[in-house]
Nanobody, 116 residues
Framework: QVQFVESGGGLVQPGGSLTLSCATS????????VAWYRQAPGKQREWVAV???????NFADSVKGRFTISRDNYKDAVYLQMNRLRPEDTAAYYC??????????WGQGTQVTVSS
């Protein structure tokens, strides 16, 4: 099973930007689609963005127009560029396969806090 390691989170003011990175332990081309997910305190984990092996992307309505997702097949990495961040974007962000496989293995995630 592919392992994922997230990084790049931090504290940012509303309206700011961050880029998250997701490193995979194996060949990213072996994964049909990779997605970013997030979980805010007291809430369920939700899907944020997905990118297919072919480069097709899709986004949750809450982030559409503000976030972009990309992948580097040579570096086995996926990125999430987050612009115009809002306090409601505050959450721990995770990457994983899409759809989530049975018995998924989750990384430690990376915390994004949007606050003035």
């Amino acid at each position: 099973q592919v392992q994922f390691v997230e990084s790049g989170g931090g504290l940012v003011q509303p309206g700011g930007s961050l880029t998250l990175s997701c490193a995979t332990s194996g060949n990213i081309n072996s994964i049909v689609a990779v997605a970013w997910y997030r979980q805010a305190p007291g809430k369920q984990r939700e899907w944020v963005a997905v990118i297919s092996r072919g480069g097709s992307t899709n986004f949750a309505d809450s982030v559409k127009g503000r976030f972009t997702i990309s992948r580097d097949n040579y570096k086995d990495a996926v990125y999430l560029q987050m612009n115009r961040l809002r306090p409601e974007d505050t959450a721990a962000y995770y990457c994983n396969e899409y759809p989530i496989p049975a018995g998924p293995s989750w990384g430690q995630g990376t915390q994004v806090t949007v606050s003035s």
